[in-house]
């Protein structure tokens, strides 16, 4: 099975020099947890709802005043919408992240693939990657 059978091809975005709290109200508003973060067309970042706890709320940090590109994981990591599903759990589970940005060959984000929709096609492997990111932090 590919990813782009499982990935979520709704992308929601933000930009750099937007606030933690528009992002934030937006993240709430739409229900996702991760927004990518773009300037123009090219993907920059990645903002979880993680990061906002972490590195926002937890440090005092105040999200009104707080850019995205402060705080944002600038290192995207990817896999293509062509993989398979058991690539793309071994990249989850080497990088313990529970969220994988999808992107076509040409380097455009195509959708996102997270430890829930690794679920749907395979139990053991969403147990991994949710195992190598619970013993990561």
Not at 7 to 16: A, C, D, F, G, L
Not at 68 to 87: G, L, P, R
Request: hydrophobic share 40%.
């Amino acid at each position: 099975m590919n990813v782009k059978e499982l990935m979520n091809t709704k992308v929601e975005s933000t930009t750099p020099g937007a606030t933690i709290k528009e992002a934030a109200r937006q993240m709430h508003d739409i229900h996702v947890g991760c927004l990518t973060v773009m300037d123009g067309n090219k993907l920059v970042g990645i903002l979880t709802d993680r990061d906002i706890c972490c590195k926002v709320t937890a440090t005092g940090r105040e999200a009104g005043w707080t850019k995205v590109d402060e705080v944002m994981s600038k290192q995207v990591i990817t896999c293509f919408d062509d993989q398979s599903i058991e690539d793309a759990a071994n990249i989850m589970m080497q990088q313990h992240i529970r969220r994988l940005a999808v992107v076509d060959h040409a380097n455009n984000i195509a959708g996102f693939l997270s430890v829930d929709d690794v679920a749907h096609a395979s139990h053991e492997l969403a147990s991994g990657v949710l195992q190598s990111t619970t013993t990561y932090q």
